[in-house]
């Protein structure tokens, strides 16, 4: 596989561990991208070759010149399918809307839970002035975050893939709007939205979200495809990357 790597965050550090699930396999990093290679979570379809198999990634923001994928199994969401051109037998769906299939919810430990970008995890912590919810740091362990976002009985989420995992999971959430330090503004949630059953609204990063969270109407998103088949297609997806890194 081939993900981002740099600053430590779930939603890209999640891959390797998460295709093994799937894939029942070792996983192990493509640092040459003109070999058979699969593109899984994260904002990361502009970087895809020739030898790509993408199965789940999606941009950022439009894209400014068009993308040479292999193979396209999944994107993200409509507007990535649109952007680059895939045709109608690709699946639609980030890669972690199936994380339901290797975890269980447990009991909720707390009662609000906050995810916010990567980039903003001290505002966050000074906006909990009364330091009394869970701040979930983007940047922890991936397995880590995912089980703190499940032991949350609500979620305010900043994280694309925060709001992702919180609806795979049947963790009731609420999106909180990007910062404007946040490349891509909200393209890459609306991206995501489009796979669901409904979409969401977004309410504004404040004080207010953390002194009086019981005023938003959390909610959870259901995706709107099969998720079997999603799985079996990324399953199909690796089998079709072993095989093709042997004839290479």
């Not at 990361?44 to 993408?54: N, R």
């Not at 009364?130 to 089980?147: E, G, M, S, T, Y």
């Not at 059953?197 to 259901?222: C, H, L, N, W």
Request: aromatic share 10%.
């Amino acid at each position: 596989m081939w993900w981002h790597v740099g600053r430590p965050n779930f939603g890209d550090d999640i891959n390797p561990s998460f295709f093994e699930r799937i894939d029942r396999g070792r996983v192990r990093f493509a640092h040459d991208r003109g070999k058979p290679h699969v593109l899984g979570a994260g904002s990361i379809l502009k970087h895809a070759t020739p030898a790509s198999i993408v199965c789940g990634s999606g941009f950022l923001e439009p894209p400014r010149r068009p993308v040479k994928a292999g193979q396209i199994v999944a994107v993200r969401g409509e507007l990535s399918a649109t952007a680059c051109n895939a045709d109608s037998s690709v699946l639609l769906g980030d890669s972690l809307v199936i994380v339901d299939a290797f975890m269980k919810r447990p009991e909720p430990r707390h009662r609000y839970g906050y995810v916010p970008h990567v980039t903003n995890v001290r505002h966050w912590r000074m906006l909990d002035r009364r330091r009394q919810h869970v701040i979930i740091d983007p940047a922890w362990a991936p397995w880590q975050v995912i089980d703190a976002i499940a032991a949350c009985e609500v979620v305010f989420s900043q994280s694309l893939h925060g709001l992702i995992v919180a609806d795979a999971l049947g963790v009731p959430n609420v999106w909180v709007a990007p910062s404007e330090a946040m490349r891509g503004g909200r393209f890459k949630f609306d991206d995501y939205c489009s796979t669901l059953e409904e979409g969401k609204d977004m309410v504004p990063e404040g004080t207010d979200v953390f002194m009086s969270p019981e005023r938003y109407d959390a909610g959870i998103s259901r995706y709107r495809f099969c998720k079997a088949r999603y799985r079996e297609a990324l399953a199909a997806a690796c089998a079709r990357c072993h095989e093709a890194r042997a004839r290479d």
